[in-house]
Structures are given as structure tokens and as C-alpha cells.
């Protein structure tokens, strides 16, 4: 646990043909999951993020290569790699957040708990310090 920020290990279904992993609502993830999307062809050095969301939470799961994320509650900062698909790490509302060294190829797979709204976005530090106080 990174603040209340966890790392889900949500299984795998394994064959000699290689792995699935499976997220449903209702399951195995904790919130209804509106709205998938991908970051991909990050140009290395590159990093991503750098806000915070007043209400979405969601799943971030490396589903190809690593990636480093920095949570940030406005006292203190932590660094998670994720680095297995079937490794999920739930962000709760109310942390910043930056992603960054990402190897090469590498695929961040995100489940989020509403539509794309530009207006729950933090995306000045100092905003977002003053809204954690
Ligand atoms: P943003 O969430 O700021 O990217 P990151 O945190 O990965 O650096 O999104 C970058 C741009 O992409 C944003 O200005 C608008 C667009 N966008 C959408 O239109 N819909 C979406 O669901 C997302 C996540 C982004």
C-alpha cells in the first residue's frame, strides 16, 4: 500500500500457450470501469502524468515492459514500478501523479472510473497543494 493506493495482483489464467488476465466489474476491480485507454510509443526519457484528478480513480497496469509511478500526496512522494500485466495498481483520487522511465515498447494500460472530463484535472502543482490542505 502507497498511500491508499494498492497493488492488485488480479491473477492470471496460465497455459502452455502463454497467460490471460481479466478485469470485470463487479469482480476484481473496485469501481465500474467507464473508459480504457493506452500509452504507448513514449519516447524514452520521456514522462507523463503530472496531475492529479479530483474524482477519477483507476487501475494502471504495465501490460508490456516497465515504468516507474510517482504518487504524491502533497506531503510526501513515492515511487512504484510496475512491471507485470498482471499487476494492477489503483489510484485513488486526490494523488498527483508522474510516469516515467518507460522501457522501450512499453504499454500502460489504464482503466478509469469516468469519461475524459478536462475539468476534473489538476495540473498545477501549487493548485494541488492548496487543494490538499
Ligand atoms: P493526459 O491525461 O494529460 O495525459 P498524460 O497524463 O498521460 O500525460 O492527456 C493528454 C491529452 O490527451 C489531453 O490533453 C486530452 C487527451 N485525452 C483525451 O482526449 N481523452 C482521454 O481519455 C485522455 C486520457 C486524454
Redesign the pocket.
Known amino acids: 500500500t502507497v498511500f491508499d493506493c494498492s497493488i492488485i495482483d488480479v491473477s492470471k489464467v496460465h497455459n502452455y500457450a502463454g497467460n490471460i488476465t481479466v478485469i470485470e466489474n463487479g469482480i476484481n476491480i473496485p469501481f465500474d470501469v467507464k473508459?480504457v485507454?493506452y500509452?504507448y510509443d513514449v519516447p524514452g526519457g520521456e514522462s507523463?502524468?503530472?496531475?492529479a484528478h479530483y474524482e477519477l480513480e483507476q487501475y494502471l497496469i504495465a501490460a508490456g515492459g516497465s515504468f516507474d509511478v510517482i504518487l504524491d500526496d502533497g506531503k510526501n512522494r513515492k515511487t512504484v514500478n510496475l512491471n507485470r500485466p498482471n499487476l494492477a495498481l489503483h489510484i485513488v483520487p486526490g494523488l498527483w501523479r508522474e510516469?516515467d522511465n518507460f522501457s522501450s515498447g512499453s504499454i500502460c494500460l489504464?482503466l478509469?472510473s469516468h469519461?475524459?472530463d478536462?475539468s476534473d484535472?489538476i495540473?498545477d502543482h501549487d493548485e494541488f497543494l492548496e487543494f490538499k490542505k
Not at 507523463?48 to 496531475?51: D, L, N
Request: charged share 35%.
Open positions: 473508459r485507454y500509452l507523463r502524468g503530472g496531475h510516469l489504464v478509469a469519461k475524459y478536462e484535472y495540473r
